[in-house]
């Protein structure tokens, strides 16, 4: 196996078959996910079977309670366009369910079927992201906590007008039950150990004790910090390609440039743990 990085946001593997790899290939594909945040796995055939077993050796699964599930597989979020649509599921910079109290460790990605051009997906890293601020800067960050949500993304409304572009997403009632949660805004990654920038410009409402108004510029400010990282790496998939990233120290960002072309992709998500400040 070799695992060559790009840049701090990800790193190819080559020379492994993830429907066979040993303990000791997975021991070092942990270390690689750890150092790393994101691994791309080329020319792999994992069916829908394999894709829930492999993903039971990386963690414990989460059923997506937002996305159209696998026919077959609850386990398999279908994260799919038509060609009829036009807007994509995570078409901005994001990190997944950071609105749950226990955010996601992270996801794992297949391509089924893709657009003859486009449907790249884009990653950062929010470890490098935070050591890219001044030390005063990052002491006033360490100070504060942020209240993320589902409602406005996933609830009734965001689903209203998600049936005006052919029903992408179900279970509003779900989105409309969760309450807000709160997360420090530099937490302690669990794997890697260092500090993290956790707010983004999907689910991130506002700092705690701030209203959304106030807490707007800071927002901004740096969502355009993270946005600017210097070491964006863009998956360019192939059918049966796979991506494992890490939601706690990376961002992406599915670009939606194939209109009337049809993505099919499906999404593993693996349970995570409460996250502590830094
Ligand atoms: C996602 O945000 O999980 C979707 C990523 C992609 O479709 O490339």
């Not at 492994?16 to 055939?45: C, M, N, P």
């Not at 929010?126 to 406005?152: C, E, I, N, W, Y």
Request: hydrophobic share 40%.
């Amino acid at each position: 196996m070799k695992i060559e990085g790009r840049s701090s946001a990800g790193a190819d593997v080559y020379g492994v078959d993830l429907r066979t790899i040993d303990e000791g290939g997975l021991a070092s594909l942990k270390a690689a996910f750890a150092d790393y945040g994101l691994l791309i796995f080329h020319e792999q055939a994992l069916t829908p079977e394999d894709h829930i077993a492999l993903a039971g050796r990386f963690g414990e699964i989460n059923i997506n309670r937002f996305f159209e599930a696998h026919p077959a597989h609850p386990e398999i979020a279908m994260v799919r366009k038509e060609r009829d649509q036009l807007q994509n599921i995570g078409g901005g910079w994001h990190t997944d369910h950071s609105y749950d109290v226990d955010p996601a460790l992270g996801s794992i990605l297949v391509a089924r079927e893709l657009p003859p051009q486009g449907g790249d997906t884009l990653f950062l890293n929010t470890s490098d992201a935070f050591d890219r601020l001044s030390p005063g800067f990052q002491t006033m960050l360490r100070g504060l906590r942020a209240v993320h949500s589902a409602k406005h993304i996933f609830g009734v409304q965001a689903a209203t007008a998600a049936e005006v572009d052919g029903d992408r997403l179900g279970n509003a009632a779900a989105a409309e039950g969760l309450a807000d949660v709160v997360h420090p805004v530099v937490v302690r990654h669990p794997l890697s150990g260092r500090p993290t920038l956790y707010v983004n410009p999907a689910f991130t409402l506002h700092f705690e004790g701030w209203t959304a108004q106030e807490s707007e510029p800071l927002l901004r400010q740096l969502y355009a910090h993270m946005a600017a990282a210097p070491g964006v790496c863009r998956v360019r998939w192939a059918p049966g390609m796979v991506a494992f990233w890490d939601n706690r120290s990376t961002w992406h960002y599915a670009v939606n440039d194939y209109h009337g072309e049809r993505r099919e992709m499906h999404r593993i998500t693996l349970e995570g743990c409460a996250l502590e400040a830094a």
